[in-house]
């Protein structure tokens, strides 16, 4: 009510200085900002005061996907030596999936690197770097395969990566309840604080819900993700 007398007094007040002194340049920018001011003055008075909370939701999933990469290198001074080394190493590896209980489709070979050394001193002159991939939704084979690649090594399979991620690919099937359970969460936390402040909580005026940040539960089980989202809440105080 002030901010609304005290911006009818002030266009009184330009008014009169536009009619008296005719800097009716100086009163009309005047004028805009004057109603500028007003109009502010009255969406800030119907907006009142608010509260800003945040609710947290983590969740604990299992790993619905693996991607094993595996790398070896093979070097020759015979082109064709060097062909049939790759060769052989990749029948390995593709065997020894496919043993485990892995299908041949979900097994990848990527282009063949090959690069000649023309070094005087080089111990080889051809030298060739072969990365496969193995796609599968078969976690706990991965997990219980990849204690066994020592067999590579009695075929003569040397790699020189050997590695696996895991993930999880079906956030949408966890994402509204632990939307719902972040939400509730943060309006707890605005009643809360409704309550030992003397307001009343009125209705949510901003919402974001957050973003969804999938981590390794831990560095022993990496097959095991921790789904966490903060959603942010601005509810209104009366």
Same mark, same amino acid.
């Given at each position: 009510?002030?901010?609304?007398?005290?911006?009818?007094?002030?266009?009184?007040?330009?008014?009169?200085?536009?009619?008296?002194?005719?800097?009716?340049?100086?009163?009309?920018?005047?004028?805009?900002?004057?109603?500028?001011?007003?109009?502010?003055?009255?969406?800030?008075?119907?907006?009142?005061?608010?509260?800003?909370?945040?609710?947290?939701?983590?969740?604990?999933?299992?790993?619905?996907?693996?991607?094993?990469?595996?790398?070896?290198?093979?070097?020759?001074?015979?082109?064709?030596?060097?062909?049939?080394? *790759?060769?052989?190493?990749? &029948?390995? /590896? @593709? +065997?020894?999936?496919? $043993?485990?209980?892995? !299908? %041949?489709?979900?097994?990848?070979?990527?282009?063949?690197?090959?690069?000649?050394?023309?070094?005087?001193?080089?111990?080889?002159?051809?030298?060739?770097?072969?990365?496969?991939?193995?796609?599968?939704?078969?976690?706990?084979?991965?997990?219980?395969?990849?204690?066994?690649?020592?067999?590579?090594?009695?075929?003569?399979?040397?790699?020189?990566?050997?590695? *696996?991620?895991?993930?999880? &690919?079906? /956030? @949408? +099937?966890?994402?509204? $309840?632990?939307?719902? !359970? %972040?939400?509730?969460?943060?309006?707890?936390?605005?009643?809360?604080?409704?309550?030992?402040?003397?307001?009343?909580?009125?209705?949510?005026?901003?919402?974001?819900?957050?973003?969804?940040?999938?981590?390794?539960?831990?560095?022993?089980?990496?097959?095991?993700?921790?789904?966490?989202?903060?959603?942010?809440?601005?509810?209104?105080?009366?």
């Amino acid at each position: 009510m002030l901010v609304s007398i005290f911006s009818l007094c002030y266009y009184v007040y330009i008014m009169e200085n536009i009619k008296n002194h005719g800097g009716w340049v100086v009163g009309l920018v005047l004028l805009v900002f004057s109603a500028i001011f007003f109009l502010a003055a009255q969406n800030f008075s119907k907006q009142g005061s608010y509260v800003e909370v945040k609710g947290l939701s983590e969740k604990i999933v299992k790993a619905d996907v693996a991607i094993w990469s595996m790398n070896f290198e093979v070097k020759s001074n015979n082109i064709d030596v060097l062909y049939a080394d *790759i060769n052989k190493n990749i &029948s390995s /590896i @593709n +065997s020894f999936l496919v $043993e485990k209980g892995f !299908e %041949a489709s979900e097994i990848n070979v990527a282009p063949v690197n090959i690069y000649q050394d023309t070094y005087k001193d080089a111990l080889f002159r051809y030298n060739a770097n072969v990365q496969l991939s193995l796609y599968t939704k078969k976690v706990d084979l991965v997990k219980s395969a990849s204690k066994d690649t020592l067999l590579l090594v009695k075929k003569g399979v040397t790699l020189n990566q050997n590695s *696996i991620e895991f993930q999880f &690919s079906d /956030i @949408n +099937s966890v994402k509204p $309840e632990m939307l719902a !359970e %972040a939400i509730k969460n943060a309006r707890d936390a605005a009643t809360q604080f409704a309550t030992e402040s003397g307001s009343k909580l009125g209705s949510v005026a901003r919402g974001n819900q957050g973003v969804f940040d999938i981590t390794d539960k831990d560095p022993g089980s990496p097959e095991f993700k921790k789904i966490r989202v903060v959603s942010t809440l601005r509810f209104l105080i009366n």
